[in-house]
């Protein structure tokens, strides 16, 4: 029912030593994890996966979209959910075509 306070309540009225707030003499160890490599210039340039994974997102969020509207076509009033699906539907083709068109040109090696 109690509860039970079990620290010391004494106050040190001692002032701080040079010794106390010195720095550690061990620093903390370095991450374990080692850092990542820098990307492979190949993976950039690479024209067919631009179009085979760009032309994948394009379709993905035009057969999600037109999932989305079937309902719409038929009368049935739109829902929080369908105009959800619906916009995701367009963010990812939109992503499908950034992908495709590559906008500032990060695809093309710098020479």
Same mark, same amino acid.
């Given at each position: 029912?109690?509860?039970?306070?079990?620290?010391?309540?004494?106050?040190?009225?001692?002032?701080?030593?040079?010794?106390?707030?010195?720095? %550690?003499?061990?620093?903390?160890?370095?991450?374990?994890? %080692?850092?990542?490599?820098?990307? +492979?210039?190949?993976?950039?340039?690479?024209?067919?996966?631009?179009?085979?994974?760009?032309?994948?997102?394009?379709?993905?969020?035009? $057969?999600? $979209?037109?999932?989305?509207?079937?309902?719409?076509?038929?009368?049935?009033?739109?829902?929080?959910?369908?105009?959800?699906?619906?916009?995701?539907?367009?963010?990812?083709?939109?992503?499908?075509?950034?992908?495709?068109? +590559?906008?500032?040109?990060?695809?093309?090696?710098?020479?």
């Amino acid at each position: 029912m109690g509860s039970s306070f079990s620290t010391s309540t004494e106050i040190s009225t001692r002032a701080p030593t040079a010794a106390s707030t010195a720095v %550690p003499a061990n620093p903390p160890a370095k991450s374990a994890v %080692p850092a990542s490599p820098a990307p +492979d210039p190949e993976l950039k340039t690479c024209w067919s996966c631009r179009v085979l994974s760009g032309s994948a997102l394009f379709g993905a969020g035009t $057969y999600v $979209y037109l999932v989305a509207r079937r309902p719409l076509k038929q009368g049935i009033p739109p829902g929080p959910g369908t105009v959800l699906q619906m916009v995701v539907g367009i963010s990812i083709a939109c992503w499908g075509v950034v992908v495709l068109v +590559d906008p500032k040109g990060k695809s093309h090696p710098v020479i």
